[in-house]
């Protein structure tokens, strides 16, 4: 009997694509130069500097959302009680190796070596001594001292130099599976326009978390990456405290105008016009009487006291936040387009230099009645001599033997002595 066969269709979808595969040969490959790869690809002529740093802030982000994964509870507890089994272990060896450099820079050991050898082994003995032990300390006092070591910055670089295996690694893991949670804190804290970019707060925010990882204990109870934000907003707020304003700002004063600002929001949305100064200072006074560590005022009088400093307080503040303003500010007018720079004379006139006012009978009468040492540091702080030059608060504690502080303290006692003697002549 004959078998007849009847022609059917191709199996529909992926089966029917993997079929006919099989049957087509495979395409071969364009050869490729193995050194164009490690090339970078060419920049277009309108990518800028701004487009370029953009482009590295995505090749970061690519990098390491492809990096570590998140750390589960369990890997955080193990990795930690490997990190601190490995400081203990790198705190022993490095006391040995600071005993046997002690016992080679004394001469209590000499070993049969060449002598280049043994002079390289005196010039590391002594690079090491100078920087884990400069002072010197044995006992419990030098083991204190190397474990506080361990909490900063410089402990990665031991456990990388003395246990890159052990302890270096497990912080490297524990650091690269949180660098996504730097690049999210840091967002929160960058404002376009500014003059802090995004790139040096997630710089500043992996200072933190190096910081964060290496005092982390797991007996706290609390996970690694929640005890690891607050130390990369530390960092990030302080960074920004400190370099994100041409003119510094005390760190205190911008967490008051912090509060200041929250402050005068409310009271814009419940008034519905700008509030005073006043306004601001009985609100921000009635919201700090509501905290429970508030301490009120004994009397009626210190109350209003304590009132009268606010305000004040508030109008220095206003003045010490004003941005500056830059010299080639452009100020049209009709003729030509003329500099801010252009306006603000070249030297300022004489009677407002500092030494100008001597020549006046009260205020040499109330210099001459400071001390000697009070009138030296004003007139070499503040150049009243007219030498131009005027000498820093270190300098003059180096020539009288005394610390910065005391210096600063003793100027800013002669200054008050001074308007203290001309408060009726400037109230007049």
Excluded: C
């Excluded at 079929?19 to 277009?44: E, G, H, M, Q, W």
């Excluded at 361990?150 to 670089?157: A, I, Q, S, V």
């Excluded at 500099?339 to 009677?351: F, M, N, R």
């Excluded at 009645?369 to 503040?382: A, C, D, G, H």
């Amino acid at each position: 009997m004959t078998r007849i066969t009847l022609k059917t269709r191709p199996l529909p979808g992926r089966v029917a694509r993997a079929k006919r595969s099989k049957n087509v040969p495979a395409k071969a490959k364009k050869a490729t130069r193995p050194d164009r790869l490690l090339l970078p690809k060419k920049r277009k002529k309108s990518e800028g500097r701004a487009s370029r740093y953009k482009g590295d802030l995505n090749s970061y982000f690519s990098d390491i959302a492809r990096g570590e994964r998140q750390l589960t509870p369990d890997e955080e507890l193990e990795l930690n009680k490997k990190l601190q089994d490995s400081v203990h272990a790198t705190t022993k060896r490095l006391i040995g190796l600071l005993k046997q450099d002690h016992a080679l820079l004394s001469g209590a050991t000499k070993p049969r070596l060449p002598k280049a050898k043994l002079e390289a082994l005196r010039v590391e003995a002594s690079r090491r001594m100078r920087r884990l032990n400069p002072e010197r300390l044995r006992g419990k006092a030098l083991q204190q001292q190397l474990l506080d070591r361990f909490f900063d910055l410089e402990g990665l670089d031991l456990l990388k130099t003395y246990d890159p295996k052990g302890g270096g690694a497990v912080v490297e893991r524990m650091i690269k599976a949180n660098l996504l949670l730097v690049v999210s804190v840091a967002r929160k804290y960058y404002r376009p326009g500014t003059s802090t970019p995004l790139g040096e707060l997630i710089q500043e925010g992996n200072i933190g978390l190096i910081k964060g990882v290496m005092r982390y204990d797991y007996r706290r109870g609390n996970r690694l990456s929640t005890y690891v934000t607050w130390w990369i907003r530390h960092a990030i707020s302080r960074f920004i405290a400190d370099k994100g304003r041409e003119i510094r700002v005390p760190v205190h004063m911008i967490e008051l105008i912090q509060k200041i600002g929250k402050v005068r929001a409310k009271a814009t949305a419940k008034l519905g016009r700008t509030p005073t100064i006043e306004e601001v200072a009985d609100q921000y006074l009635a919201n700090k009487r509501s905290e429970s560590r508030y301490k009120p005022p004994a009397t009626l009088e210190a109350t209003a006291r304590q009132r009268v400093q606010m305000i004040e307080r508030l109008h220095k503040m206003s003045v010490q936040t004003q941005l500056p303003v830059s010299l080639h500010t452009i100020i049209r007018s009709d003729s030509d387009d003329t500099e801010l720079g252009d306006l603000v004379p070249a030297e300022g006139p004489e009677e407002l230099k500092p030494w100008s006012g001597l020549e006046d009978g009260h205020l040499q009468k109330a210099f001459q009645n400071l001390r000697p040492i009070e009138q030296e540091i004003l007139s070499q702080r503040f150049d009243l001599a007219n030498s131009d030059s005027e000498i820093t608060l270190r300098e003059l504690g180096e020539k009288y033997n005394l610390s910065r502080e005391r210096i600063r303290q003793l100027q800013t006692q002669a200054l008050r002595k001074l308007k203290k003697e001309l408060a009726p002549l400037i109230a007049v």
